[in-house]
Every structure is written in C-alpha cells, then in structure tokens.
C-alpha cells in the first residue's frame, strides 16, 4: 500500500546516464578520455533552450534534487522544497537538470567506478578535480542537452562555488547566478573541519591508502567519523540545543560510570554517520572536500573578487543564513561587496533562520520568497 | 509617487550611479531606472520590502545602515538617495558624512519636526506630537532623530557640506505658506548636497 505522491512535487522521476566521449582535460593536468555523468530532470526545455536552470550539489548532495524514484521513497530528492511545480524554481516554467558531478558516488564517473586501462576501480587513482573540472564537465552535459545558454546556475555551499564560477569560465552561457550560503573561498577553520574529516577516513584501517574496494572493504567507521563531524557544522547550536538538549537515551546519572550514559546527541550522530558511511564512497569525500578547500574565486584575478567579477555578464542574487556559522554572512557580504564593486547586478538577503548551514535545504517563508521573486524575474523567452 | 520623489529626481542625470539608503520596496529605484536608465543599487532590512524589491526587479542589499557604509568605496556613486529615513538612524550626523564619502552628491529628505502642528501639539497639549505627519506615539516611533530643518542647516554648516538646492514640499498643508516660512510650515525638506 503507498501513498499518492504529494501534487506540489515533480512526482516520479528516473535518472538518465549521458556518456561524454570529448576528452576533459583536468586542471590537475591529467585528461579523462570519456565520461559518465548521471542527472535528472524536471520540465520541459522550450523550443528556444531558452529556460534551463542548472542545479549544482553541494558537498554530499547528488542528482536527485526533486520528486521521487519510486511510490514507495520516503523521502523526496534533496531541494524538493525549491524545485516543483509553483516552487521558487518553478518546473512549470523552467526546465532543470540536476546531476551528480564528476567524481561522485552516485553513478557519474568517480573513484569508485572502474578504470579502463587497469580493469579495476579507481580508488585513490582517480584524477583530482577542482571545482572549475565539474563545471566544465557541466558544459559537456549542457552541449549534450542542447542548451546553449542557462537561464540560471543555482546552487548553495559548495554548489554555489560552482555557480560563480560558472560566471567567469562561461559569461556568455550563464543569464543568472544563484549563490546561496556560499564563500569566494574557505577560510582555515572551515579547512581545518575538512581535513579532521579527510584525517578519521585516512586512519581507518580499511582505508587501505584510497585501495579499499581492491580489498573488498570499505572504511566505514572512519567515513562515519568524518560525516559527524560536518554534521556538527551544519547545524547551529542552537538547534542541537532544541533538538537534543542533554536528554539521555539511555542509562542514568545516577549510577554513574557502571552504566555508561548515553545523550540523544550522541545517538543521532552515529546514526547520521552510519547511514552516510553506508551510501556514500569515503574516496567522493575526500575529492569533494579536497574540491572545497582549493577553491578561491579570485586566486588567479590578481586576490581580487571584484577583478573577478568583471568578467561576468549575468545577474547575480546571493543569500546567506543568519545561524550559519560553516559559511557565515560575512563570506556572503563579501561576495556581494565584490560584485557592486565590479558594478553587477546583484540582490542580496539575509534571511534569519534558526537552522545553521542546513537552512538553505529547509523551508523558510522569506528565503522561499526572495527567491521565488528572484527566479519569477528571470525571463525565459 | 510620493511627492518627495517627484521632485529629488529632478537632480539625478541620466544613466547614473545611484545608491538608495533605506529603499523601501524600490519604487523610487525603479521610476529612476525606466525614466533616466540610473542603474544602482538599493539597502534596506525589512524583509517585505527586499521581496518587493526583488520583484520589482530592483537590485537590493540587505544591510543595516547603523552598520556604516564600509563596505562601499570613496566616490563610488553619483548620487546617495536617503529618503524619509535620516530621522531613524542611530547616528545621524555619521550616516551623512558616510553618505557623502561614497557619493560625489547626496540626496537627503526628511520631516520637519519644527512644523507648527507639532509645536502646537507640544506647546498646548503637553503631549509629544502625534497626527497625521507623524503617526506613532512616542515609544513605538521608529523616528529616533528628529530635527527641524534650521537644525539641519546649523549641522551642514558645522560640517563644512555644501548646500547645492533645498526645497520644502507640503502635501497637507499649504505650499505658500511653506516657502514663506519653512520652518514654521515646511512639512517635508529636500537637501541636494555635496562636499
């Protein structure tokens, strides 16, 4: 017995494979001579290809942005609150394409596929990428769509960096850029999250340098470790306060250390990192991590964003989360100082959320509304 | 289109820079667009308003201007727009010398609060004045600093900014007796300002 599907969703959808057969040369240096790019999409491009709206995952995020796979999914895709039918990016009017970048684990081409000159997977082998790869990679899929100019590239956190960067490698394929809950680069406490993470994979004994599958194993409790502690960041303490308090699950105060207490806390976070380690390639982690912290807008616009920005030619709307503390407000405001500087089209809001860094995924009355209003602006003749 | 607009507009040149403090929901941001191609930018906190904004299609920022404008570089604007606004801020006196670092050219509208109704009010009823100009009662009233408009000029004068036009607009009341009197009957004063 299953339920309708809700009537606000995209409903039933099926991911498609497209296999790019142009070589990529990655910034690595290294070329990929073909590819897999796995996506998803959700109404109808018009005869112009004139209303395609590019989504771009964030760190753990996949193709699977809105609707269902199958009647019986308990959950919806990852931004089913953003992306349907009457929503901010309303499926009515636009036509988007969600995928799952290069080097992920959800079916495009990563480390855990297999390499065709060895006959076995990846692994640690597999090329790094930077994020300018995925958004090239990105074009290949746009050339292969038949879309040769985006109504918009939208995306939040890491997804964001992509979107900018989308800006400045393709000025001439983007129409907007949304950056949500984004950063012109990471700053060292952000790295240093990162890097504890990268280190609890690496010094799982299953991790076998990056050759786990090789070795029929995979380095659970270590990707478990590392999904706990982003976790952690993503939520404000003012949530885990609400959420969790110092409730216990078990145990008691009571009889002290013979009988180990256990917090509600404690038990959420192994079972977020538990089911993560489980569906999730500790090698996509590193990549993606490794992706985020090399990022830096202006690096090679002389460290200015503004020089950057210059060479952008679409409108830009930015928003940033008043509890998110993993990409706070001010990595937003300076993205935005940058672009009035470069004199860009740019709106921007702060939208007041208890919910940390997760808040751009969640429903939220004006950050639905700024950005409904932004997107219903976007004209898609 | 509120009177004040009507008449600062006269002093914005096409296809300028403009920067509009506390803008509202972008009327103003969007008349000077469609009818002098001024292209800018517009600040404002009120969530409502930056949704208007943004549906207006108006480019909005969501800052606080107690907050300063830092964030903006020395003469990077035409033209700094502050409309009915100046009496709410923290700081006034700082508002003004930032908006005239960033602007070559400044726009300021604000109430009179020496306009005989209120000094009526004040003088007879006891009572800080409420009516029709100034709607709030005293504790909820976002309008921290009010002056009148022979404060304001004692302030340009002590800090040395040039007085380009001013003008007094009345809606309620009679315009003669505003221009006869400004400062007795002006209801709102317009200052195009420079330094």
């Known amino acids: ?381 | 289109m509120r009177i004040d607009f009507n008449h600062l507009q006269q002093w914005i040149g096409e296809g300028s820079r403009v920067l509009d403090l506390g803008c509202g929901d972008g009327t103003l941001l969007k008349y000077l667009r469609d009818s002098k191609q001024v292209n800018g930018y517009g600040l404002e906190i009120d969530p409502g308003q930056i949704e208007a904004c943004i549906g207006l299609g108006v480019n909005v920022i969501n800052q606080n201007l107690d907050r300063g404008l830092g964030n903006f570089a020395d003469k990077s604007f035409d033209t700094v727009l502050m409309t009915q606004a100046l009496q709410t801020m923290y700081f006034p006196h700082k508002v003004l010398d930032e908006m005239l670092r960033v602007g070559k050219e400044c726009i300021i509208t604000f109430p009179n609060f020496g306009h005989y109704k209120a000094r009526f009010h004040l003088a007879f009823r006891g009572r800080m004045p409420v009516s029709d100009l100034l709607p709030y009662e005293w504790y909820n009233t976002p309008n921290i600093h009010f002056c009148t408009f022979k404060d304001f000029e004692v302030l340009c004068h002590e800090k040395h900014i040039n007085v380009l036009n001013r003008q007094v607009v009345n809606e309620r009341t009679s315009q003669f007796l505003g221009n006869l009197n400004p400062n007795l009957f002006g209801e709102t004063a317009i200052y195009h300002l420079s330094k």
Not at chain 1, 164 to 190: D, F, G
Not at chain 1, 237 to 245: A, L
Not at chain 1, 279 to 290: C, P, S, V
């Open chain 1, 1 to 381: 017995m299953t339920t309708p599907l809700p009537p606000e969703s995209v409903g039933l959808v099926t991911p498609r494979t497209a296999l790019l057969q142009q070589p990529l040369t990655l910034a690595c240096g290294r070329t990929l001579d073909n590819y897999e790019l796995v996506y998803e999409t959700y109404g109808t491009l018009n005869a112009e290809g004139s209303n395609a709206v590019l989504i771009c995952h964030a760190l753990s995020g996949d193709h699977h942005a809105a609707g269902y796979h199958t009647e019986s999914d308990r959950k919806p895709g990852w931004w089913n609150h953003y992306i349907g039918p009457g929503k901010a990016i309303d499926t009515n009017r636009f036509y988007v394409v969600s995928l799952n970048n290069l080097g992920g684990c959800s079916g495009s081409t990563g480390p855990s596929s297999i390499e065709p000159e060895t006959g076995s997977p990846w692994g640690a082998r597999f090329p790094t990428l930077r994020v300018r790869d995925w958004v090239h990679a990105q074009a290949r899929l746009a050339d292969h769509l038949g879309i040769n100019q985006w109504a918009a590239v939208v995306g939040g956190s890491l997804g964001g960096m992509q979107a900018m960067r989308w800006a400045l490698e393709y000025p001439n394929r983007i129409r907007h850029c949304i950056v949500i809950a984004s950063a012109l680069k990471l700053s060292a406490q952000n790295i240093a999250f990162n890097e504890t993470a990268r280190q609890a994979i690496m010094s799982d004994p299953n991790f076998f340098e990056g050759d786990y599958l090789a070795h029929d194993t995979y380095p659970k409790s270590g990707l478990a470790v590392a999904r706990m502690i982003g976790h952690i960041t993503y939520l404000s303490d003012h949530v885990m306060g609400e959420k969790f308090g110092r409730d216990l699950r078990s145990g008691s105060f009571e009889q002290g250390l013979n009988d180990l207490v256990e917090f509600q806390v404690e038990s959420y976070l192994r079972y977020q990192g538990d089911t993560f380690s489980d569906k999730f390639d500790a090698n996509t982690y590193i990549l993606m991590t490794r992706a985020l912290d090399y990022f830096d807008l202006a690096r090679e616009y002389n460290d200015d964003p503004a020089e950057a920005f210059r060479r952008a030619q679409c409108g830009f709307y930015v928003a940033s989360f008043s509890t998110d503390w993993r990409f706070p407000v001010e990595r937003s405001r300076e993205i935005v100082d940058a672009l009035i500087a470069a004199d860009k089209s740019v709106s921007y809001a702060e939208i007041d959320s208890p919910y940390g860094h997760d808040a751009f995924l969640l429903p939220n009355e004006h950050y639905e509304q700024t950005f409904r209003q932004y997107m219903a602006r976007i004209t898609t003749e």
